[in-house]
């Protein structure tokens, strides 16, 4: 079986990790059930939501872990503590994909990136969709989405089988000539082909840890609308870099942070557009940040090893995603604390002033991550002047 197959059955098997490991999405579609359903505050939620993301704290491990041990036992390892408990294997299992993605797509790693983690986004519309129809239908599409991404490897082995039935019969033809021909000085000649950051991610998550309550405030029953939009778009987001550089290698395009540059302002302004009370803007500002932030989660990686060098970057990688689960909690918990100063004695908050104070002070916080960006690309700027020349 050539190496390319290998390639990419490796890959599929990624997607579908990733498809696994993508369930802490759901939490905002079923936070206000669970909210009322166990008599929970507002920071005793936001509690709960940071318990979901505190194993990134410790992602450093698998980091290092990945370096010294084999990718399997890695694996096995966030699986065990997946047993335990969602948070702690998150890093593991993140890990494992990323390594082997960019060890086996060292030329195409932005593309094979960004393919892996858009099905993590994409499996929140999954289930969704999955609540409104049979169980019969239910069982087909999930089939029907996990087998899709095997018609690749597939294709290119039946497609290897046929170029080497057409190499065998082409050497034969020619062997029969010479025989014919008897011209002994000739000489036949085998040619071998060789087949050879963050302050976005923390708003998205606190965003989407709050989206059934902002919700739930606003009057707007449709969370899970909402959670699948966010999804579907972020499905999108982190699969747009992707094409990009797969359609426009080569020629003249921008940095990875000036990517960002260019996609954290409009998070900042779908913040502020969260302050008008229509349900409209509420859809509009979902799929906005959604779109955004699923593609700086692909070109984070990219960036990561294309700053940092690909030798070490699983300790690289999680000891830049620690801060996400700290930022959560401070920035989750005085979201907590404004919706609990505007509520009536039950906790219940109802109406814009909810969260009003808190879109402002998180699209300020995407206005200075998107300042931080900027000196990123001014002090980025020859390193990659230079690597566009090369």
């Known amino acids: 079986m050539p190496s390319t197959t290998f390639q990419w059955l490796s890959l599929v098997g990624i997607i579908w990790l ?47 872990a990945a370096v010294y041990l084999p990718l399997w036992l890695v694996l096995m390892i966030g699986s065990t503590l997946g047993l335990i408990g969602y948070g702690n294997s998150i890093c593991w299992i993140n890990t494992v994909c990323y390594v ?4 086996n797509f060292s030329s195409d790693r932005q593309v094979a990136v960004g393919l892996t983690t858009s099905y993590q986004g994409l499996m929140s519309s999954l289930q969704f969709v999955s609540s409104k129809i049979s169980p ?5 599409g999930i089939l029907v989405s996990l087998l899709f991404p095997l018609l690749v490897p597939v294709s290119m082995k039946i497609s290897a089988l046929v170029g080497l039935w057409h190499t065998k019969r082409e050497r034969l033809r020619v062997y029969h000539l010479t025989v014919e021909n ?7 000649t085998d040619n071998e082909v060789k087949e050879g950051e963050n302050n976005r991610e923390v708003q998205e998550i606190v965003f989407l840890n709050n989206l059934g309550q902002i919700a739930e405030s606003r009057g707007c029953s449709g969370t ?38 260019a996609l954290m302002a409009p998070i900042a302004g779908a913040f502020f557009l969260l302050l008008n009370k229509t349900h ?38 999680n000891v830049l995603v620690a801060n996400i689960p700290v930022g959560s909690f401070l920035f ?13 004695e039950h906790g219940k908050c109802m109406g814009m002033e909810c969260y009003r104070n808190t879109f402002i002070i998180w699209g300020s916080l995407c206005f200075f991550g998107t300042f931080l960006a900027l000196i990123l690309q001014a002090r980025t700027r020859k390193f990659y002047s230079q690597k566009a020349i090369e």
Do not use: W
Request: hydrophobic share 40%; charged share 10%; proline share 3%.
């Open 136 to 140: 019969l239908g239910n069982l087909i």
């Open 280 to 317: 409209l803007a509420l859809y509009i500002s979902t799929a906005i940040i959604g779109v955004c932030t699923g593609a700086i989660t692909s070109i984070s990686v990219s960036t990561t090893t294309e700053l940092f060098g690909t030798k070490n970057f699983s300790v690289n990688h």
């Open 18 to 64: 990733q498809a696994i490991n993508g369930t802490n999405t759901n939490f905002p579609a079923y936070s206000s059930q669970l909210k009322q359903l166990l008599s929970m505050s507002q920071v005793q939620l936001n509690n709960l939501a940071f318990a979901s993301d505190a194993g990134k704290l410790f992602g450093c491990f698998s980091g290092i």
């Open 100 to 103: 082997v993605t960019i060890r």
């Open 332 to 344: 989750g918990y005085m979201a907590a604390i404004i919706y609990h100063m505007e509520g009536h």
């Open 224 to 261: 899970s609308s909402l959670v699948s939009l966010s999804s579907s778009f972020g499905f999108f987001g982190r699969l747009m870099p992707s094409l990009m550089d797969y359609f426009y290698r080569g020629q003249c395009r921008i940095s990875r942070p000036a990517s960002m540059v």
């Open 182 to 188: 008897q011209t002994p000085n000739e000489e036949r």
